[in-house]
């Protein structure tokens, strides 16, 4: 009896060990390997939309630096890292991306790499992006303006929008006309913000539609932006900046500019927050569940509904 007792004990140990070490496998592929990751805002649209999953690949960077054009994954750089190395390491590789554990994972353009000279200007009415001195072609900007509505958690958003297609068939989000939020509502709760946003070009249709034109430059005007140094170079919270590259400094966008917090508003990021190139979706949803079994189990119908069928299992770029 005794030896059946130990025999049972080692065995319990022995899959303790086995299972720490598939564990360990696991977590040094997921932090060194590839990532798959959800697409939380609309910064990226219509590259990349709400609810897409996709698959990263980590390995490459690990050896090569990210290249002009890539899509890329990073930790939030406006997070307050720690400044003990081994807390700032686990924030930046292990914690959860829940405050104060670590940072959540971003997904911009990288526009600039270290040593470029990157403009923004207006020109003729349009924000326009030098590089090193040359206009740059940048066809995958989106060209559909961006509605204001609320999401499903009654927040405000900000949602591309197909003008010629009836709200009941558009292409990226599925919109419900009374979560659609009219200029007559804003001016009868609040005037000041809806001044605002037609001073910061904001388009008010004949319908009352509050939409957010692509190729409308969001401007510095005088006394409204924060102004962001660093020796010569300079952002100001617009599409207008001057800045040049340092050493392990990357000047990313968002493919949906008028949607996007990018480096226009917090300057050059390091090397050291990018992790992984976007290279893959794996599938598409209309929805802003974290979790994509939660909100299966809340909507078991309309959950199949809402999935973008046409954006799966497809290469990025």
């Known amino acids: 009896m005794a030896y059946h007792s130990k025999k049972q004990s080692t065995g319990f140990w022995a899959s303790v060990k086995e299972m720490a070490w598939l564990l360990l496998i696991v977590f040094l592929i997921r932090t060194f390997g590839f990532g ?6 609309g910064s990226m649209e219509t590259t990349m939309l709400v609810g897409e999953r996709f698959f990263a690949d980590k390995f490459t960077y690990l050896f090569c630096d990210p290249q002009r054009g890539d899509i890329i994954s990073m930790n939030d750089p406006v997070f307050e890292y720690s400044s003990n190395p081994i807390i700032r390491s686990y924030q930046e590789y292990v914690g959860w991306p829940i405050w104060p554990w ?40 989106n060209k559909y303006p961006l509605l204001m509505m609320f999401n499903a958690s009654g927040r405000e958003e900000w949602r591309s929008y197909v003008p010629d297609k009836p709200f009941n068939d558009q292409p990226y989000y599925r919109v419900n006309e009374r979560s659609i939020i009219h200029s007559y509502q ?23 539609l509050l939409l957010h034109e692509p190729q409308k430059p969001i401007s510095a005007e005088s006394g409204t932006r924060h102004v962001g140094k660093d020796g010569v170079s300079y952002w100001t919270d617009s599409d207008e900046f001057d800045v040049k590259l340092g050493t392990n400094q990357y000047w990313l966008l968002g493919d949906n500019r008028r949607g996007s917090h990018d480096c226009r508003y917090f300057g050059p990021i390091e090397r050291r927050l990018i992790h992984g190139r976007i290279l893959f979706r794996i599938w598409s949803i209309d929805s802003d569940e974290s979790w994509w079994i939660v ?18 299992f497809q290469m990025v770029k």
């Open 36 to 41: 798959l990751y959800q697409v939380p805002t």
């Open 102 to 141: 670590g940072p959540a994972n971003w997904t911009k353009r990288v526009i600039g790499v270290p040593g470029d000279h990157v403009k923004g200007v207006i020109e003729d009415g349009k924000p326009v992006v030098y590089l090193n001195g040359v206009k740059l072609d940048e066809p995958y900007l």
């Open 186 to 208: 804003l001016k009868r709760f609040n005037d000041e913000y809806l001044e605002f946003l037609v001073r910061n070009y904001t388009t008010i249709t004949a319908h009352g």
């Open 295 to 312: 909100d299966l189990i809340k909507h078991p119908i309309d959950f199949w509904k809402r999935m973008r069928w046409s954006r799966f």
